[in-house]
């Protein structure tokens, strides 16, 4: 099952190699605002691990993850393994055309609009 959440990058950290075969990175967000902000720890596994290289600490990022937990010696785990990471809502904004102006956002009306339906009526003959 994947998630995804939106939030600031709070922290990087360098990539451990856990076994000859096997790296992993972790990288915090911080969702919310207010008094108790939350800070929610990823985890990036093996190519993946240069995924959060792109983004700064303090950028807004979406990103996305499974939801993984195991046993071990009768104590359970839970990890967010990160799979993708984007800019957040600000980097998805619609990019400028060449003349260096920003596009303007569409302002026409739904075709079947009420005010077109009243105008159709008027053109009736009786």
């Known amino acids: 099952m994947s998630f995804e959440v939106e939030g600031k990058l709070h922290k990087k950290f360098d990539t451990e190699n856990k ?3 096997f790296q992993a990175r972790e990288f915090v967000i911080e969702i919310g605002e207010g ?7 990823f985890q990036l596994t093996q190519d993946r691990c240069s995924l959060v290289d792109n983004h ?3 950028n807004q990022i979406k ?3 499974d939801l993984r937990g195991r046993e071990w010696n009768e104590k359970y785990f839970t990890n967010l393994n990160a799979w993708k990471i984007e800019g957040g809502a600000q980097a998805a904004a619609v990019p400028a055309p060449e ?4 596009a303007p956002f569409p302002t026409s009306e739904p075709v079947n609009s ?3 339906q009243s105008n159709d009526l008027d053109d009736l003959p009786f």
Do not use: L
Not at 35 to 41: C, V, W
Not at 99 to 102: M, N, V
């Open 19 to 21: 076994t000859d075969t």
């Open 35 to 41: 008094n108790y902000p939350q800070f929610i720890k």
């Open 56 to 58: 700064e600490v303090g």
């Open 63 to 65: 990103v996305y993850f």
């Open 99 to 102: 003349g260096g102006q920003e």
């Open 114 to 116: 009420s005010a077109d």
